[in-house]
């Protein structure tokens, strides 16, 4: 037996929550084309345009690599445009397309009426708590990865 039993392991119930909303936004947005990570691309990308694929992955919460195909597949389909820096040339900045501002548009509303949905499970007050809780369960997590490992 473990030390700590499944149920009281805060990151089961966390994954399970991620996993739950993955799944209904994919839904959600497979009607528009997108996945998840592409959306969440495109909607970073409207909201700075020019924005690097590192600073964008960081943005999305996906590795660099992840964020490098989820670019390239946006590209192939015309979503966005990656174009050299003025000053930097070995940094490609990138900007939505006008197809890819349509298909933003269309996607955003589905993402939105989850996200609404997922609000309106709880009070004003709750969403609050909840926004500070998971604040600090991120704050502790960062804090853990950067820590250097105990001696033994």
């Not at 345009?49 to 964020?67: E, F, K, N, Q, Y």
Request: glycine share 4%; aromatic share 2%; net charge neutral.
């Amino acid at each position: 037996m473990t030390e700590l039993p499944l149920s009281e392991r805060l990151g089961s119930h966390l994954k399970r929550a991620e996993q739950a909303l993955n799944a209904a936004k994919n839904a959600a947005l497979k009607q528009a084309g997108l996945t998840v990570s592409q959306y969440a691309a495109l909607l970073h990308l409207s909201a700075s345009p020019g924005i690097s694929a590192a600073a964008l992955a960081r943005a999305c919460a996906v590795t660099p690599p992840t964020m490098n195909t989820v670019l390239k597949n946006l590209q192939e389909h015309g979503l966005i445009e990656r174009t050299p820096h003025e000053w930097h040339r070995n940094v490609l900045e990138t900007r939505l397309t006008e197809k890819g501002e349509r298909v933003l548009a269309a996607a955003d509303p589905r993402a939105v009426r989850v996200e609404r949905g997922l609000a309106a499970k709880f009070s004003p007050e709750e969403r609050e708590t909840l926004i500070t809780l998971l604040g600090r369960c991120v704050e502790f997590l960062e804090a853990v990865r950067s820590a250097p490992e105990p001696e033994s």
